[in-house]
């Protein structure tokens, strides 16, 4: 990017003087390509992360040069760090300054405050202030396609910009948020909007970013980050640590939660495959799935993950108990499969520090794997199946597998589960990936049976408990590929 004068533009950022690659430019991709390869020889990765692309800029100006009295960046923390140290000019062009005001951090300033000039040019003297809004989604496009070229796998690129459009391309999260109570609240509504944008894969940083977080908070957002489409604990260089193993309670809190987002794998990948295929969010408002429950509509702490979990976070410094509403159906708590029949009310949930509530939509079904450390672990896992049989009609699911990192029309298989009361079938549309074999099904647990059957027709019935209407089908004599059409009946 120029400058008026024709020079590059000079900026500051955190390495310091910066120059910016012009995304509009016909040899960029050559230039990012080459940029790319020579950190990817240093040290390979599987993602990257593209940040401050707004564009942001410590030393707002027309044109800056280097001041050779300053040491830049100023050493010390994130703010010394953020101080202007070159030579700046302002020519008082109306580009900078036009005849509506900003309220921009707090004070009227030039529309570039904090950002580079309106004035400076990108290919083709596209000024800034034209184009502005562009940059981030240019960068995005540019370093994905880049990145899949040398890997030749999917990307993952994680983008702080974004405009209509970007969620083809990148995953983003919600920027600088506090360490506080109202920003863990603001996190759900600015997620789900996100969705709703054609941005699925989005999240907030867990316990904050600017502040310090305690041990209560981080618990509490912990849990509630576990469900976010993209799961992140992240903060500042000034901020105290605040990593799971920080606190013991949080600690505890997240083998509970993380290790379930872990089992919910198969699903949630299943999820991101619909927002690839039909462009549905992952993380809904409860409006989307009871468009005709008007009380749905002022739902702002609550959360849908797909169409089979609500999720009601804690978000209130202290709290002993919360209140959610539940739509009219059976909802069954994920960690005890007791149940909830309601024709649309708000519920008071008693919850410790380590308790959240989480429910499965009866009418739904999913696939889940064992616990594991890791992604590449928990793929090589039985598979367990959850069949939510609903108060009336059948339960239906699906689930989507390929091997994660093909990224043109990858071998894929795909399987549909329908389920009533006294069946359950699993029926393969698709079977094209040829791992899918070696995956098996461990058991599948049927919520809401009213009666412990005397016989089933496939496996063997491993557990039924009568106070929750759970009965638990063990298969794993019956070496039951997941990949394979099966039925299983119950009488």
């Not at 003087?17 to 430019?25: A, C, I, L, Q």
């Not at 410590?58 to 001041?67: I, L, Q």
């Not at 009601?312 to 108990?321: H, S």
């Amino acid at each position: 990017i120029k400058d008026t004068s024709g020079k590059p533009y000079l900026g500051q950022v955190w390495p310091g003087p910066t120059v910016f690659p012009d995304f509009f430019h016909p040899n960029v991709k050559s230039y990012w390509g080459e940029q790319i390869q020579l950190m990817y020889k240093s040290c390979n990765f599987d993602g990257l992360w593209i940040d401050m692309n707004e564009l942001a800029n410590f030393c707002p100006g027309t044109t800056c040069v280097r001041n050779p009295a300053e040491t830049c960046p100023k050493r010390g923390n994130s703010t010394t760090m953020t101080i202007c140290c070159l030579n700046c000019s302002d020519n008082g062009n109306n580009y900078g300054n036009p005849p509506f005001a900003l309220n921009n951090a707090g004070s009227h300033d030039a529309i570039y405050n904090k950002g580079i000039s309106t004035t400076a040019l990108q290919y083709g003297d596209l000024r800034q202030y034209d184009t502005h809004n562009l940059y981030g989604i240019s960068e995005s496009i540019m370093t994905n396609a880049v990145l899949e070229e040398l890997t030749n796998k999917r990307s993952f690129v994680l983008s702080r910009s974004t405009f209509p459009g970007s969620g083809v391309h990148v995953a983003h999260w919600t920027g600088d948020n506090a360490t506080t109570w109202n920003d863990l609240r603001w996190s759900i509504p600015a997620i789900l909007k996100f969705g709703l944008f054609g941005i699925p894969m989005v999240g907030a940083d867990i316990c904050g970013f600017l502040g310090a977080s305690d041990m209560e908070l981080c618990a509490r957002w912990t849990a509630s980050g576990s469900f976010y489409p993209f799961a992140r604990n992240h903060n500042n260089l000034d901020s105290p640590d605040q990593e799971t193993y920080v606190w013991p309670e949080v600690t505890a809190v997240g083998q509970k939660f993380i290790g379930l987002r872990y089992r919910l794998l198969p699903y949630i990948y299943t999820l991101s495959y619909h927002a690839h295929i039909e462009g549905l969010p992952i993380a809904r408002p409860l409006l989307m799935e009871f468009p005709s429950d008007t009380v749905t509509r002022n739902i702002n702490y609550q959360f849908m993950l797909g169409n089979a979990l609500l999720v009601t976070p804690v978000v209130f410094k202290g709290a002993t108990t919360v209140k959610g509403y539940f739509p009219r159906e059976i909802w069954y708590n994920i960690f005890d499969y007791s149940q909830i029949l309601t024709s649309g009310a708000y519920l008071t949930i008693g919850v410790t520090l380590f308790d959240m509530a989480v429910h499965v939509h009866g009418g739904t079904i999913l696939a889940m794997h064992q616990p594991a450390l890791t992604t590449a672990s928990a793929r090589l896992t039985p598979f367990d199946i959850l069949v939510a049989l609903p108060f009336e009609g059948n339960a239906s699911g699906d689930l989507y597998l390929d091997d994660g990192e093909t990224i043109s029309n990858p071998s894929a298989t795909i399987l549909n589960f329908t389920a009533s009361e006294g069946i359950f079938k699993s029926t393969v549309s698709q079977n094209d990936y040829a791992d899918a074999h070696m995956s098996l099904v461990n058991k599948v647990i049927v919520l809401g049976v009213s009666s412990l059957p005397f016989r089933v027709s496939l496996g063997c019935i491993s557990k039924y408990d009568s106070n929750t209407q759970r009965l638990e089908i063990d298969l794993t004599r019956t070496n039951q590929p997941i990949n394979m059409d099966f039925k299983i009946i119950w009488e």
